[in-house]
């Protein structure tokens, strides 16, 4: 019984390695078979950002199934915030806050390191877009709820970066 309780809380600690896979060399991203062709183009700057259909097949690539993928996903949408306008914006303030409420510790894995921390700031505010859409007369209420709903899966460890996140969001929520 000992022996089942130990490899349980092993497996339930790999679990949240497993699942919040930090960002990668990049090279190794470029030469996997598991990312786009137009994931790839991107990042080498043959297009730009718009809302169409190349495009938007990144930004739903950000909710695959493949956890070693996602963080690559997780950056090109983030490199895309600087620029974003429109249609385009909104479906990235949709997709980052689907992810951050449903990934809550691959978010913070992915903001709180070196490379991502400079994206951030428009988190924040691509939520905030987002939740001034959903909710237009209460956006800072949406916030709270945003937050509680991430807070129900991100793990004890997370919980002050989260706050930190919602921090931006609360600040560009108007």
Partial sequence: ????????????????????????????????????????????????????????????????????????????????????????????????????EQHPNQTISFLFNERGQKFLDSWGKAIAAELTIDCEDHPKACSRQSFAIAMQRVKPTNKKLLEQLYEKVALHCR
Wanted: glycine share 4%; charged share 20%.
């Fill in 1 to 100: 019984m000992r022996t089942f309780i130990i490899l349980i809380l092993s497996l339930l600690l790999l679990s949240g390695k497993l699942f919040s896979q930090p960002l990668d060399r990049i090279s190794s991203y470029l030469d996997s078979k598991y990312i786009s062709q137009v994931a790839k183009d991107y990042y080498n700057g043959k297009f730009t950002a718009t809302d169409d259909s190349r495009t938007l097949s990144i930004l739903d690539s950000v909710a695959t199934a493949n956890h070693s993928t996602r963080p690559f996903y997780l950056l090109l949408m983030s490199r895309m915030m600087k620029s974003a306008d429109g249609a385009l914006s909104e479906a990235i303030g949709e997709r980052c806050k689907d992810f951050v």
